[in-house]
C-alpha cells in the first residue's frame, strides 16, 4: 500500500531541503553587493526547471521519475538511466552530510572524530525515514516552523544591535547584469534549485495529486525569497567583501549582534537550525534514491534499502574529498556543471519534449 502524506507535510520538507545546506555558504558571492540578485535569478530559473517538473508529472500522473524514464525512452535507456539518478541522489546525499560534518566538527564538536559526528547525524535520519514518509512528513510540520520561529527572533536580534547597514547593498548593478548571470547559472540555478527534481520521486506520495504544479512552484517560490532575504540581511550587516571570504557568512552575522552586552553568541541556536535543515536535505536524498532503488529490484518495503543507503553515506561523505578545500572546489565548480546540468536540466527538457511527442503523435 502506497504511504501517503498531505501537501502541506511536503511542503515543509521541501522548504528545509532547499534552505538545507544553501544558508551556510555565501551564494552569488562574486556578484558582490549583489548577491541577492543572483539568488532571485537563479529562483525565476528554478521556477522554470519545476514547470517543467511538474509538466511531466502532468504526461504521467501517479509515476515517480524512475518509473516515467522507462515509459518514455524505452528500459534499454531507461534503466541505465534510472541507476544513473538513484547513484546521483546518493552522490548529493554524501556532499550534504559532509558539508554539515564540517559544520557541526568545526564550530560544535571540534574535537570530535569527523566519522563519529556524520555517523551520529546519519543515524538520526535513518531512524526516522525507518518510519517511512508520513513520520519524515510530520517531522517536517513540527520543525520547521520552528526553523522560521528562529529566523525571525535572530534577526530581530541582529537589527536591535545597530549592526544593520541597508546601503551595504548599494550601488546595484555596478557590475552589470552579466556578472549576475555568471554567478547565477549553473551553480545557483542547480543548487538549491534544480535539486528539487529530486521530488519527482515523492509526487505519488502525495494525498491530493492535483495540486502538484501548485505545490511545486509555490515552494521554490517561497524557498527564493526567504533565501533572498537572508542574503540581504547578510551584505547589510558584513559588506559584500566578507562574503567571499568567510567560509559561513551567517555564522560571521549572528556571532557579531550583541544586545546591551547580554543577548550575545545566538551562533548556537542558528547551526542547530542549520542542522535540522541537513536533516530534511540528506533525508529527502535518501529517501528519493530508496524509492527508485526498491523500484529498481521490485522491493515493497523500503526501510531496508533507507538503512543500506545510510550506512554507505557514511564512509562516501568521508573519500569523495580529502579536504574541506576540495570539497568545496568540487561541489562549487565541478558537480554542477557536470552533474547538475545534464540530470536536472537537459535530460528532464528533452524527456519532456518526447513525451509531448509521444503524447501527440503516439496515436499515429
Same mark, same amino acid.
Given at each position: 500500500?502506497? /504511504?501517503?502524506?498531505?501537501? %502541506?507535510? !511536503?511542503?515543509?520538507?521541501?522548504?528545509?531541503?532547499?534552505?538545507?545546506?544553501?544558508?551556510?555558504?555565501?551564494?552569488?558571492?562574486?556578484?558582490?553587493?549583489?548577491?541577492?540578485?543572483?539568488?532571485? @535569478?537563479?529562483?525565476?530559473?528554478?521556477? &522554470?526547471?519545476?514547470?517543467?517538473?511538474?509538466?511531466?508529472?502532468?504526461?504521467?500522473?501517479?509515476? #515517480?521519475?524512475?518509473?516515467? =524514464?522507462?515509459?518514455?525512452? +524505452?528500459?534499454?535507456?531507461?534503466?541505465?538511466?534510472?541507476?544513473?539518478? =538513484? !547513484?546521483?541522489?546518493?552522490?548529493?546525499?554524501?556532499?550534504?552530510?559532509?558539508?554539515?560534518?564540517? !559544520?557541526?566538527?568545526? #564550530?560544535?564538536?571540534?574535537?570530535?572524530?569527523?566519522? *563519529?559526528?556524520?555517523?551520529?547525524?546519519?543515524?538520526?535520519?535513518?531512524?526516522?525515514?525507518?518510519?517511512?514518509?508520513? *513520520?519524515?512528513?510530520?517531522?517536517? /510540520?513540527?520543525?520547521?516552523?520552528?526553523?522560521?520561529?528562529?529566523?525571525?527572533?535572530?534577526?530581530?536580534?541582529?537589527?536591535?544591535?545597530?549592526?544593520?547597514?541597508?546601503?551595504? $547593498? @548599494?550601488?546595484?548593478?555596478?557590475?552589470?547584469?552579466? #556578472?549576475?548571470?555568471?554567478?547565477?547559472?549553473?551553480?545557483?540555478?542547480?543548487?538549491?534549485?534544480?535539486?528539487?527534481?529530486?521530488?519527482?520521486?515523492?509526487?505519488?506520495?502525495? %494525498?491530493?495529486? #492535483?495540486?502538484?504544479?501548485?505545490?511545486?512552484? @509555490?515552494?521554490?517560490?517561497?524557498?527564493?525569497? $526567504?533565501? @533572498?532575504?537572508?542574503?540581504?540581511?547578510?551584505? %547589510?550587516?558584513?559588506?559584500?567583501?566578507?562574503? /567571499? /571570504?568567510?567560509?559561513?557568512?551567517?555564522?560571521?552575522?549572528?556571532?557579531?549582534?550583541? &544586545?546591551?552586552?547580554?543577548?550575545?553568541?545566538?551562533?548556537?541556536?542558528?547551526? =542547530?537550525?542549520?542542522?535540522?535543515?541537513?536533516?530534511?536535505?540528506?533525508?529527502?536524498?535518501?529517501?528519493?534514491?530508496?524509492? +527508485?532503488?526498491?523500484?529498481? *529490484?521490485?522491493?515493497?518495503?523500503?526501510?531496508?534499502?533507507? &538503512?543500506?543507503?545510510?550506512?554507505?553515506?557514511?564512509?562516501? %561523505?568521508? =573519500?569523495?574529498?580529502?579536504?574541506?578545500?576540495?570539497?568545496?572546489?568540487?561541489?562549487?565548480?565541478?558537480?554542477? $556543471?557536470? !552533474?547538475?546540468?545534464?540530470?536536472?536540466?537537459?535530460?528532464?527538457?528533452?524527456?519532456?519534449?518526447?513525451?509531448?511527442?509521444?503524447?501527440?503523435?503516439?496515436?499515429?
Amino acid at each position: 500500500m502506497q /504511504e501517503k502524506i498531505s501537501n %502541506s507535510q !511536503l511542503f515543509y520538507i521541501m522548504i528545509g531541503f532547499e534552505i538545507g545546506s544553501t544558508v551556510i555558504f555565501g551564494l552569488g558571492a562574486q556578484a558582490k553587493q549583489d548577491a541577492w540578485l543572483v539568488i532571485l @535569478t537563479g529562483m525565476l530559473c528554478g521556477l &522554470v526547471l519545476m514547470w517543467v517538473y511538474t509538466k511531466l508529472v502532468d504526461h504521467y500522473p501517479g509515476h #515517480t521519475l524512475t518509473q516515467m =524514464i522507462p515509459k518514455i525512452v +524505452g528500459r534499454y535507456i531507461g534503466y541505465p538511466l534510472n541507476l544513473v539518478y =538513484i !547513484l546521483y541522489f546518493i552522490y548529493l546525499a554524501s556532499r550534504v552530510a559532509r558539508d554539515f560534518g564540517e !559544520l557541526i566538527g568545526g #564550530t560544535f564538536l571540534p574535537k570530535t572524530p569527523m566519522p *563519529v559526528v556524520i555517523a551520529c547525524f546519519m543515524a538520526v535520519i535513518v531512524y526516522c525515514l525507518s518510519g517511512g514518509i508520513e *513520520v519524515f512528513g510530520r517531522t517536517g /510540520e513540527v520543525l520547521v516552523p520552528f526553523l522560521f520561529l528562529v529566523a525571525i527572533v535572530s534577526w530581530s536580534i541582529v537589527y536591535s544591535s545597530h549592526i544593520f547597514d541597508i546601503k551595504r $547593498l @548599494t550601488p546595484i548593478l555596478e557590475s552589470g547584469a552579466g #556578472t549576475i548571470w555568471k554567478a547565477a547559472f549553473p551553480l545557483v540555478v542547480t543548487f538549491p534549485y534544480g535539486e528539487m527534481v529530486l521530488f519527482m520521486m515523492f509526487w505519488p506520495s502525495l %494525498s491530493d495529486q #492535483t495540486k502538484v504544479k501548485k505545490l511545486g512552484l @509555490t515552494a521554490v517560490f517561497v524557498a527564493g525569497i $526567504l533565501l @533572498t532575504i537572508n542574503m540581504v540581511n547578510v551584505i %547589510s550587516v558584513i559588506g559584500p567583501r566578507w562574503i /567571499e /571570504e568567510r567560509v559561513y557568512p551567517l555564522l560571521t552575522v549572528v556571532k557579531l549582534a550583541s &544586545v546591551a552586552n547580554f543577548i550575545e553568541r545566538i551562533d548556537a541556536v542558528v547551526i =542547530i537550525t542549520m542542522f535540522i535543515g541537513g536533516f530534511f536535505k540528506v533525508g529527502s536524498f535518501i529517501y528519493g534514491a530508496a524509492i +527508485g532503488a526498491a523500484e529498481l *529490484v521490485k522491493k515493497e518495503s523500503r526501510r531496508s534499502l533507507v &538503512v543500506l543507503i545510510g550506512v554507505i553515506i557514511v564512509p562516501l %561523505s568521508l =573519500i569523495i574529498a580529502g579536504s574541506y578545500i576540495q570539497h568545496v572546489n568540487i561541489g562549487l565548480n565541478k558537480v554542477p $556543471l557536470f !552533474l547538475h546540468v545534464p540530470l536536472q536540466i537537459v535530460i528532464p527538457f528533452v524527456l519532456l519534449v518526447i513525451a509531448t511527442i509521444r503524447k501527440r503523435y503516439g496515436s499515429r
